[in-house]
């Protein structure tokens, strides 16, 4: 099924939290201003829904995306008052795969984890807490895995100053 088809599908299904869908376009040649925007289609989520759609995704008999392939997010500006929650989800019976957006306010990021309904989620959103400083209601195991436990600050944000040194070791 193409990305056309899963929408549609997810429409018709009145599936939980779905807000609406973003297709690639070229430049509007008459705006200088607009880039375009160019990726994957993607289908954006109310976040308060996050976990009944993927739910929903993973148990469809026509969907059926058994597969968590990415979870990571997106900084989009400092001076942006929200940050973009970004899923990959791939079906391996019917080889098709959806993004899915979730925009979250960067004041107290949060959002529930999915660990309980794609295993993998469980590695991704500690990777996406220490990276962007998300929180992940109910995740089993928050502890750091990348950076040391005493890490100042989420190094993927935009508003983000690398220090100059930790515990006396030259960063720069």
Known sequence: MDFQGI??????????GLLTADHPRLPDPENKKDKGRFGSP????????ICEFMVACRDDDRLGFDLLADLSAADPAEESEEFWV???LLSINHRHRLMVKSRISKEGANINT????????????????????????????????????????????KDYEFPEEYHGISCV
């Not at 929408?7 to 939980?16: E, G, R, V």
């Open 7 to 16: 929408y549609d599908h997810l429409k018709a299904k009145d599936t939980p």
């Open 114 to 157: 999915l660990s309980g309904i794609f295993r993998a989620a469980q590695w991704h959103e500690r990777e996406c807490a220490e990276m962007f400083g998300i929180q992940f209601n109910g995740h089993p195991d928050p502890r750091n895995m990348l950076l040391p436990d005493d890490w100042e600050g989420y190094p993927l944000r």
């Open 42 to 49: 993607f289908v954006e989520v109310d976040p308060q829904h």
């Open 86 to 88: 970004l899923y990959q």
